[in-house]
């Protein structure tokens, strides 16, 4: 696989990560005393991987029924309207 390719997901993938809801929960288990600090990153790590899997085997199947181009206009669509959702919820309270 070309590098480049490689870089920009993991960085796409990674700035995506940064503060949302699965890094608050990850944070939340390391901060309580009974869980290991190691098993935190080991458990977390590996839902991650499990979850990249799926998304990589569900996206392969998608693939060949619907054109790339076509999943990327849903995907960004879905952003625009989950954003425009919070948006809402934002100014109407």
Excluded: N
């Excluded at 696989?1 to 288990?29: H, N, P, R, W």
């Excluded at 392969?60 to 076509?70: D, L, N, S, T, W």
Aim: hydrophobic share 60%; aromatic share 12%.
């Amino acid at each position: 696989m070309d590098l480049k390719i490689m870089g920009t997901i993991f960085l796409s993938v990674f700035l995506a990560e940064l503060g949302d809801k699965t890094q608050l929960a990850t944070v939340c288990y390391a901060a309580d005393a009974q869980c290991k600090p190691l098993g935190v990153f080991l458990a977390s790590a590996a839902a991650l991987v499990a979850s990249s899997f799926l998304a990589v085997f569900v996206g392969g199947m998608v693939a060949k029924v619907v054109p790339p181009h076509y999943i990327k206009i849903a995907a960004g669509l879905g952003f625009i309207v989950i954003g425009a959702w919070f948006l809402w919820g934002v100014y109407k309270s």
